[in-house]
C-alpha cells in the first residue's frame, strides 16, 4: 500500500508517523511544494512554537474554536491536549506551561519540534519531497480498492492508494480548486488571527506599551474579549485582539476592516466605579501630582498620554483636580473609541477561517464522505482556533485520527 500525504506541516508530518506506526507495511510519501517542511512549527511562538495549551481544562477545550467546535469535540475524546503532551514525551521532548496556558518545549527552540518530527519520520522510512508542487489529482477504483493518481507541477504522476490533503489553508478560494474539483464544497477562506490598523490612533507614538487586561469591542456588534493588549506602531496587537479577530472573522471581513473598536482599559471597573476610585484618590493623596503617578496597573507613559489628553498638566495634584477633568480621564480609561481601518498578519503566524466543509468529512476518521480512501487533516478543514496552541492542537489531532485510520479498509460510500 502507498500512502501520500500532501503538506509536510505538523498535522502532515503526524499522520505520516502515525501511519507508519499503525500500518508498518505501508510506503508513505510526504510531499510539501517548499523547500523546507515543517515551516509554521519553525516561526511559530517567535521560533519557540507553541505546541499546545494546557490540558487542565479539557471540557472548555473546544469552544476555544470559533470554527469546528462540534467537530473537534468527537476528535478529541480520541486524542487531545494531554495525548499530545504525552506523545512528545514519549519522543523526547519534555513542554513546559506558561502563565497564559500556552505550551512551550523546554528548550524554548522550536528547532525541538521539528527535529524531534523529522527524525521520528525517517526511522519510520517516510519518504520526505520537497520542492514537490501538487497541481491535480485523480480518483478511481481498481478491485473494490482506491487508487489515486496524482500529478505535479513538473510533470511528474504518483500513484497512491490513500491520500491525505494536510496543505494547510489559503487565501483565495481558488486554492482549493483542486479539492472541489471532486464534490468537495468549502468555507470560503478568509483571514484570521489578525492585528488592528489604526492609523490616526494617538497612542501610536506609544508603540511597545502593553495592558495587562483589557476589554476590547467592536462598535455595533456582540463582539468583545478581554485579555492582555498591545500597542504598535500601526495600532494594537495582542492576545485580545488576537483572540476578538478569530471570533469576528467572518463579520470582520464583511465591513472590509473598517470599525470603531471600545477598549475599557480598566474592565474591572465602569464608568461609575472608576470615579469613586477617584473620588477616594482625593481624599487619601490630595497633594500626590496625578501625571506622575499611574495608577491601577496602567503603565506610566499610557497614564500620562491619557492625562495629557483629559488636559490635566504635570503639576497638577488630586486635591485640585475639577470633576470636568476627572470625567475626561475616566471616560478615557473606560470607554476609549478608535476607528480601525486595516488589518495587518500577526507576526509570520498565517491562519485562514474557511476550508473543506466539515459535513463532508467523517468525524471519527477524517475520510471523506464522497471519495473512500481520500483523508483531510489540519487547516485545510474548516477549523480554526484562537490564538495560543489551539490551532497546532487541532494539527495534531486531526493529523494522528487520519494517521491510525488511513491504512485501514476505505469506509465511505459514494454519494
Not at 176 to 188: L, M, P, S, V
Request: charged share 20%.
Amino acid at each position: 500500500m502507498h500512502i501520500v500525504i500532501i503538506g509536510g506541516g505538523a498535522s502532515g508530518f503526524m499522520a505520516a508517523i502515525t501511519a507508519a506506526d499503525h500500518f508498518p507495511e505501508a510506503h508513505i510519501t510526504i510531499i510539501e511544494k517548499n523547500k523546507t517542511v515543517l515551516n509554521k512549527v519553525r516561526v511559530s511562538g517567535g521560533g519557540r512554537c507553541n505546541v499546545t495549551h494546557s490540558p487542565a481544562d479539557l471540557k472548555s477545550f473546544p469552544k476555544q474554536y470559533p470554527r469546528g467546535e462540534k467537530f473537534l469535540r468527537k476528535l478529541f475524546s480520541q486524542f487531545d491536549a494531554k495525548d499530545t503532551v504525552k506523545w512528545f514525551e514519549r519522543h523526547g521532548v519534555s513542554l513546559k506551561t506558561e502563565e497564559d496556558g500556552r505550551m512551550f518545549p523546554v528548550t524554548d527552540s522550536s528547532q525541538t519540534i521539528t527535529e524531534c518530527l523529522t527524525r521520528m519520520a525517517r526511522s519510520r522510512g517516510i519518504n520526505i519531497r520537497t520542492s514537490t508542487a501538487v497541481i491535480s489529482f485523480q480518483y478511481s477504483r481498481l478491485d473494490g480498492d482506491s487508487l489515486f493518481e496524482i500529478s505535479t507541477l513538473d510533470g511528474e504522476r504518483l500513484i497512491a492508494n490513500r491520500l491525505l490533503i494536510a496543505a494547510g489553508g489559503h487565501p483565495k478560494a481558488s486554492g482549493f480548486d483542486w479539492i472541489t474539483g471532486h464534490g468537495h464544497t468549502i468555507a470560503e477562506p478568509i483571514p484570521s488571527l489578525f492585528t488592528f490598523n489604526s492609523p490616526d490612533n494617538p497612542l501610536l507614538e506609544l508603540a511597545g506599551v502593553s495592558v495587562k487586561n483589557c476589554e476590547v469591542k467592536i462598535i455595533g456588534s456582540k463582539l468583545a474579549y478581554k485579555g492582555p493588549l498591545l500597542i504598535t506602531h500601526w495600532g494594537f496587537s495582542g492576545p485580545a485582539v488576537l483572540k476578538l479577530s478569530a471570533w469576528g472573522a467572518r463579520y470582520l471581513s464583511d465591513l472590509g476592516y473598517r470599525f470603531v473598536c471600545k477598549i475599557n482599559w480598566l474592565p474591572e471597573h465602569q464608568e461609575q466605579t472608576l470615579r469613586d476610585a477617584f473620588i477616594t484618590e482625593k481624599k487619601i493623596a490630595p497633594k500626590q501630582q496625578i501625571a506622575s503617578h499611574a495608577k491601577w496597573g496602567i503603565p506610566s507613559r499610557l497614564w500620562k498620554a491619557f492625562c495629557q489628553e483629559a488636559e490635566i498638566s504635570d503639576t497638577l495634584r488630586w486635591g485640585d483636580v475639577s470633576n470636568k477633568a476627572m470625567n475626561r480621564l475616566v471616560e478615557m480609561l473606560t470607554n476609549s473609541q478608535y476607528d480601525i481601518s486595516g488589518k495587518t498578519t500577526f507576526k509570520e503566524e498565517f491562519v485562514t477561517c474557511g476550508g473543506i466543509n466539515l459535513n463532508e468529512v467523517n468525524p471519527t476518521t477524517l475520510e471523506s464522505l464522497l471519495l473512500p480512501g481520500l483523508f483531510f487533516s489540519g487547516e485545510v478543514l474548516n477549523i480554526d482556533g484562537i490564538t495560543g496552541g489551539f490551532n497546532f492542537q487541532n494539527a495534531w489531532t486531526t493529523g494522528n485520527i487520519a494517521g491510525k485510520n488511513i491504512g485501514a479498509p476505505p469506509t465511505s460510500t459514494l454519494s
